[in-house]
């Protein structure tokens, strides 16, 4: 497994390195960051969803095994946070981001090095099913904590506008249809989405902060540990429950072991978050699912030697 995640962490280095090197000419992080976001990234995307293919058995447990958790954490977070009342309203918003949002590029990067193409759809499907729901519950979030109005309008209109959210989308929707993309469209994006990944992983070391002066240790480890280890643990409880076959177990204890997502700062930042807590906590987990990953797709089977 190290094999598999060794070079991503490689990766990520190299964009901290090249951010804080004089190497890396002005405005490449912003340049490369938006290529990624609205043009690579969208079309690996879509191209890849538009050929999915699953069962409907399959997809119903996989929505489950990943909503419920996400869900069900939200749902103890919103509980639980009231009674820490010394945590300034701004963190409570990034501690939900960094206990239910997962770094797609990171997850994608992985699932194609370490699973087989079937299992490797299925986190791709898990990420297109999450995603917007993922979303949602980021800026409901932030504006609940900063005080912000967001009308139910201006969500829909932000998620309107993700390029990301599109292109999953508009891939689904060619996926239901039946619909074959020509071979020569589907040719150009894949060259153009298999750029996405390097870079996007170059994008998230470039956003590495290791200034954690700031930062609340224990906000830090809890929220690592909760996004880390108990989401997963959370999806293949509901796997077996559901008797979910292994390829969709793995793909959603996968999906729910990802570390934070890197664009879950700059939404802080804009929205009135924790922005510091936040780069820590992408930080962190970042560093940390080097090994926790490996440990957490050993669940399924801990779980199932205990129930024997």
């Known amino acids: 497994m190290l094999d598999y995640t060794i070079p991503v962490l490689l990766i990520v280095l190299l964009g901290a390195w090249l951010k804080r090197s004089r190497f890396a000419p002005d405005g490449f992080f912003p340049a490369i960051e938006w290529f990624s976001f609205f043009v690579a990234f969208p079309a690996l995307l879509f191209v890849n969803t538009a ?76 990420l297109a099913i999450c995603l917007p729901v993922v979303n949602v519950v980021a800026v409901v979030a932030l504006a609940w904590w900063s005080g912000t109005r967001v009308s139910a309008s201006g969500i829909a209109m932000a998620l309107a506008k993700n390029p990301i959210i599109v292109a999953t989308i508009a891939g689904a929707l060619v996926n239901v249809s039946g619909l074959a993309l020509p071979a020569s469209l589907a040719n150009g994006l894949d060259i153009v989405g298999s750029a996405s990944l390097a870079l996007g992983l170059v994008c998230v070391g470039g956003g590495l902060d290791f ?43 996968f999906y729910a072991a990802l570390p934070t997502a890197s664009n879950a700062y700059i939404m802080a930042r804009q929205m009135g978050g924790d922005a510091p807590l936040m780069a820590s906590l992408i930080t962190l987990q970042t560093l940390l699912a080097i090994a926790t990953v490996p440990l957490a797709l050993h669940i399924p089977g801990w779980l199932a030697a205990i129930g024997t």
């Open 51 to 126: 050929r999915l293919q699953f069962s409907g058995t399959a997809l119903r447990d996989l929505t489950a095994a990943t909503l419920l958790p996400t869900l069900a954490m939200v749902a103890l977070l919103v509980a639980m946070l009231p009674l820490a009342r010394r945590l300034p309203d701004p963190s409570r918003s990034s501690i939900i981001q960094g206990a239910v949002r997962p770094s797609t590029y990171f997850g994608l990067a992985v699932a194609s090095l370490l699973f087989e193409d079937a299992t490797a759809a299925l986190v791709m499907l898990a």
């Open 211 to 253: 200034r954690w002066s700031s930062a609340r240790p224990l906000s830090l480890g809890v929220t690592s540990a909760l996004k880390l280890l108990a989401l997963p643990l959370l999806a293949v409880g509901i796997c077996r429950l559901l008797g979910a076959d292994d390829m969709v177990t793995r793909a959603a204890c």
